[in-house]
């Protein structure tokens, strides 16, 4: 790892939209290969107008190679994306993949990191950007900057914000028996004394490590792709990024929230999920796969197990509590029936195994 870290820096060219680095090889022949210094991968699936938007936030950046993915749209998006990309001229720095089957957002961002991996010429970053997003003028440098200044760090996420410059949480721990039963019960008293184990904290305005941070806007060290692979085709969607966050931080590296990158999320437009505009829709079984999948890949079967009974039984809990003050619901409808069906009621096969190259 040591080796990666101190990598030669690319040194950019004139305009800034390549840097070029001098290697030696194998056989101590020396050859110049020039590559962008980011690649930002973006992955669509029947949101051709928001990775629009997204691209033309994107071109203010400059010095990057977008790798865009269609994840096997049915909505024609990929003829839209390649039309959009030729009419504003974005062919230099664009390029379109399409995927022949939607095998979920992991597995539509590994496509793109194979066909990186398997150039010659390589950025050092990589960027996972939601299509939902759009990028405030030098996000991405920013980010860039971070990781340059701190080698230990392998990953840094922006500040995700609404339109308006409202931040949202964007920087969380990692999720455990004793978050769970906290997120279940949401009792003051309970929440204060378990605070240090809440995975949403309250936003801070600095610089500061965190266990894992969104998905919606991560910029990744090559260096920990290369040692930990991409990200786990077992999630469907939802929890990819935490379990690529936890294996990086097994093998050393850190991750950090850069709020000095800002980028705007339109909450749940690629997804449907907590989409205000929408009328609030049950919890889809791939959410409850994913979660299963991440707590018995990291916590084990019986940590797991306690896990759910806790939340289930705090839930219950608290919706007694709610229905005797009179409070509104604001989760999922029947997200408690929903979860006891799939976590206690439903046979499970065994866990695919992972697939991460």
């Known amino acids: 790892m040591t080796g990666d870290l101190q990598r030669e820096r690319e040194n950019e060219t004139d305009n800034g939209s390549r840097a070029c680095t001098s290697r030696a090889t194998a056989t101590q022949e020396t050859s110049e290969k020039c ?5 930002v991968v973006i992955v669509n699936y029947n949101t051709a107008d928001l990775v629009i938007d997204c691209l033309r936030s994107v ?3 400059g010095g990057v190679k977008v790798m865009l993915v ?23 720095w664009v390029e379109l993949l399409v995927a022949s089957r939607n095998g979920g957002f992991a ?7 194979r066909h990186v991996f ?3 010429a390589m950025s050092e970053y990589v960027l996972l950007l939601n299509p939902d997003t759009v990028v405030r003028p030098g996000a991405i440098r920013s980010l860039v900057a971070f990781l340059e200044a701190h080698p230990r760090a392998g990953i840094a ?3 995700l914000e609404n339109p308006d410059g409202t931040p949202q949480r ?7 028996m004793a978050a769970e039963f906290e997120n279940g019960l949401r009792l003051g008293l309970v929440s204060r004394l378990l605070a240090r184990f809440v995975v949403a904290p309250a936003v801070r305005e600095e610089e500061h490590s965190a266990a894992w941070v969104s998905g919606a806007s991560m910029l990744v060290r090559r260096a920990v792709f290369e040692q930990i692979g991409f990200l786990d085709e077992g999630y469907f969607l939802y929890f990819e990024e935490v379990d690529f966050c936890r294996r990086a931080s097994t093998a050393g590296w850190e991750c950090w929230y850069v709020p000095e990158s800002r980028v705007v999320h339109l909450v749940g437009q690629a997804t449907g999920m907590n989409n205000s505009k929408q009328q609030q829709r049950q919890i889809p079984t791939y959410w409850l796969a994913a979660r299963r999948r991440y707590f018995l890949k990291h916590l084990g079967w019986g940590r797991t197990w306690l896990a759910s009974l806790g939340w289930t039984l705090a839930r219950a809990t608290w919706l007694l509590r709610r229905r005797l003050q009179g409070k509104p619901e604001q989760d999922p409808p029947y997200l408690l029936r929903d979860f006891v069906r799939y976590n206690f009621l439903t046979r499970h096969s065994a866990l695919s195994p992972e697939v991460i190259r």
């Open 59 to 61: 071109v203010q950046e």
């Open 118 to 120: 398997a150039s010659e």
């Open 35 to 39: 590559s962008p210094r980011v690649t």
């Open 157 to 159: 996420g922006s500040r």
């Open 70 to 92: 269609d994840n096997a749209s049915p909505d024609g998006s990929a003829d839209r994306l390649r039309v959009a990309v030729q009419e504003n001229g974005w062919g230099d």
């Open 107 to 113: 597995a539509g961002n590994n496509v793109a990191l």
């Open 170 to 176: 964007s920087a969380f721990r990692f999720p455990g």
